[in-house]
């Protein structure tokens, strides 16, 4: 598969704060997906982008795919408690039925 | 509709042993996969199917097998489980290639000891 570079690892975040995360590859993808994973269940997706420079919103998320084609990030507005979770990107190459992960950011309150 | 359901959630098996994890989907997809998720890494592809009959490996293939009899069931088997097998497990199944949203199973969690 190929690679994808997720940044950062972790964040710690306090409630109502605004947090950002990006994915990054050396390859050219037509697809983008963040995804996120609550313990002990399977990823949920989030939101998908096909088109480069695509700015979508999912509630208080918001990503979009970067205008290389080579990235994607994901914002969370005013986050809330439930947020906590580990956040997943994923791309496709063109004419590839697979998808590559990046290695995910975990999301923690801070105390 | 149920998604994507798989069984066992959890298990333990003793090196040498065999099992097969088992995977459903109701959405009528044609394109499943089965990927294994080890801490702190992002998922890993197995195999893959684009539809009945027909399975391709995926990239950490090695000591699995898949078969796709019908459009709804995906079974992944361990014949002889080695403790580098112990891993979470999940099944995801996709409408199309080109618009790839996956969704995925909660997961089987297995130990090889």
């Known amino acids: 598969g190929q690679q994808l570079n997720q940044s950062p690892q972790s964040m710690f975040i306090q409630e109502g704060e605004d947090v950002s995360m990006n994915c990054t590859s050396s390859s050219i993808f037509n697809t983008w997906l963040w995804y996120k994973q609550d313990p002990g269940e399977g990823p949920v997706l989030l939101i998908a982008?096909?088109?480069?420079?695509e700015l979508t919103s999912n509630g208080r998320l918001t990503a979009q795919f970067g205008i290389t084609r080579k990235d994607s990030f994901l914002n969370i507005s005013a986050s809330i408690p439930s947020d906590v979770g580990i956040y997943f990107c994923a791309g496709q190459i063109s004419d590839d039925y697979k998808l590559s992960f990046g290695a995910g950011t975990t999301v923690t309150v801070r105390a | 509709n149920a998604g994507v359901t798989q069984t066992p959630k959890f298990r333990i098996l003793k090196i040498g042993q065999s099992m097969t994890l088992q995977c459903t989907q109701d959405m009528n997809h044609n394109y499943m996969y089965w990927y294994r998720q080890d801490p702190g890494m992002g998922l890993k592809l197995i195999y893959y199917s684009v539809g009945a009959g027909i399975t391709d490996k995926g990239e950490v293939p090695n000591g699995y097998n898949v078969s796709r009899s019908t459009t709804e069931d995906f079974p992944l088997r361990l014949e002889l489980a080695a403790p580098s097998q112990t891993s979470v497990y999940f099944c995801a199944s996709s409408y199309s290639p080109s618009y790839n949203e996956q969704f995925f199973g909660p997961g089987t969690r297995l130990t090889v000891l």
């Open positions: 982008l096909y088109k480069a420079g």
